[in-house]
């Protein structure tokens, strides 16, 4: 006997999840394919990584089969305590003070799962990136946003009177991205304190998101470096981003010994272990980028193709904002004449044949009219991209 209305609740998600629609990178970069856009959309680099990174990959072939141990492979564990250790001025022990995820994603997944309880809030600053609400939403907490104000200068404010504002009793942690994707803001050492005191008034935890922190075009401040957060807080980090491999999806966090086996609790029963090749491989390339040349060339090439983007886009209907750190450039788009940037954004491949991400995805529903002009480009992309995509949206112009 078949029950009727049964399939309707088969298929039917939780109410965690109702309300989730389809993250932009999967929507946006599948119409750069169809269309054969220039993809200046989802954030990975369309070039080759160093060869370094290839090299270790093919010497991690043979015998790292099986499972790790759960905080991490210990030789990934003790070059990621070197050196990051080495850049905080504070020895780190490998297994207390890190854990190894599958990119930073599960770190923030898994974060949120370990210290949020239902109806505990978290502040988070807009424009965000547009996992940390879905994260907050599934751990059963509640986001509180605070959005940072674009200036003429291209700088993105933060008015501190105004987050200490969306601060309360059920305050539990507030996220802190820097560099910032997409508004390229790095926060200043002032900025991070602030957030740091309002942290200790509230006895809040702090995510620190720096998956850009070797993509800085000003002085990088580490949230952990600076006084009182080392209690308070865990920074997470991405060797995707920073060796240009993001589909390895290999990331780790750092923080006091409590707050990581806290962390660890959570971690242990979503991927248990990260696969085991790549954080071998991964060793071998940080040991051997510590303390070289690899992070200032990094910053270099990525100033090198901000400043091709930034000149390209000079040329065209959209203003840019500068960016500080990252790979993202926001552009102001008055000058076109679309309702808003989703119908801006799902237009342009096939008018311009270039593909970008609406910022209103990064936004909550109540201030997503804040992004109505803007567009997001990442320039993770080689040059010869930058320059087509430059001329492409020139044209708009004419
Ligand atoms: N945080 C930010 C700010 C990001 O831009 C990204 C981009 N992927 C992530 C986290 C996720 O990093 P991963 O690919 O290592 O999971
Ligand atoms: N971080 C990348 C971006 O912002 C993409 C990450 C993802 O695909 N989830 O474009």
Redesign the pocket.
């Known amino acids: 006997m078949t029950r009727t209305g049964d399939d309707a609740r088969r298929t039917v998600g939780s109410r965690r999840i109702a309300t989730f629609g389809e993250t932009v990178f999967a929507t946006y970069s599948r119409l750069a394919r169809e269309t054969d856009a220039i993809d200046l959309g989802q ?1 990975f680099p369309d070039f080759d990584p160093p060869s370094l990174v290839i090299e270790a990959l093919r010497d991690s072939v043979d015998g790292y089969q099986q499972y790790p141990p759960l905080p991490g492979w210990p030789a990934l564990l003790e070059a990621l305590a070197a050196d990051k250790g080495g850049r905080l001025g504070r020895p780190l022990d490998p297994t207390g003070n890190l854990l190894v995820t599958v ?3 599960e770190a ?1 997944f898994s974060a949120m799962q370990a210290f949020i309880d239902p109806g505990d809030e978290v502040v988070l600053i807009e424009p965000f ?1 547009d ?1 940390y609400p879905a994260d907050v939403i599934m751990a059963g907490g509640v986001p509180r946003f605070v959005p940072l104000e674009p200036q003429q200068d291209g700088r993105w404010l933060l008015d501190i009177d105004r987050l200490r504002s969306a601060f309360g009793k059920r305050t539990r942690m507030i996220v802190v ?1 820097s560099p910032h ?1 997409p508004s390229g803001k790095v926060f200043s050492a002032d900025e991070l304190d602030a957030i740091i005191e309002l942290a200790e008034e509230f006895d809040a935890l702090i995510l620190a ?1 720096q ?1 850009y922190e070797h993509i800085s075009y000003v002085p990088f401040v580490d949230l952990l470096s600076r006084p009182g957060a080392w209690e308070r807080a865990i920074a997470i980090s ?1 060797f ?2 920073t060796f240009s491999v ?1 589909g390895w ?1 290999i ?1 780790w966090a750092c923080g006091p010994a409590p707050l990581i086996a806290t962390l660890r609790t959570a971690h242990q029963w979503v991927p248990f272990t990260v696969a085991m090749p790549l954080q071998e491989a991964a060793a071998r390339v940080i040991r051997q980028a510590a303390g070289g040349s690899y992070y200032r060339e990094l910053e270099s090439a990525y100033r090198r193709r901000r400043d091709l983007l930034l000149a390209a886009l000079a040329g065209t209907p959209f203003w840019a904002l500068r960016p500080e750190g990252g790979y993202f450039i926001v552009a102001d788009t008055e000058e076109l004449d679309y309702a808003d940037d989703v119908a801006l954004c799902l237009d342009l491949p096939a008018r311009a044949g270039v593909s970008a991400i609406p910022p209103s995805a990064f936004y909550s529903p109540g201030h997503r009219d804040l992004a109505r002009n803007l567009v997001r480009f990442a320039f993770c992309k080689k040059d010869e991209a930058i320059l087509e995509a430059g001329e492409r949206l020139a044209r708009l112009a004419q």
Do not use: E
Request: charged share 20%; no cysteine; glycine share 24%.
């Open positions: 954030g990119g930073a994603t923030l990136y996992a991205n994707n998101d998956v991405s995707g981003k993001t999806k990331g």
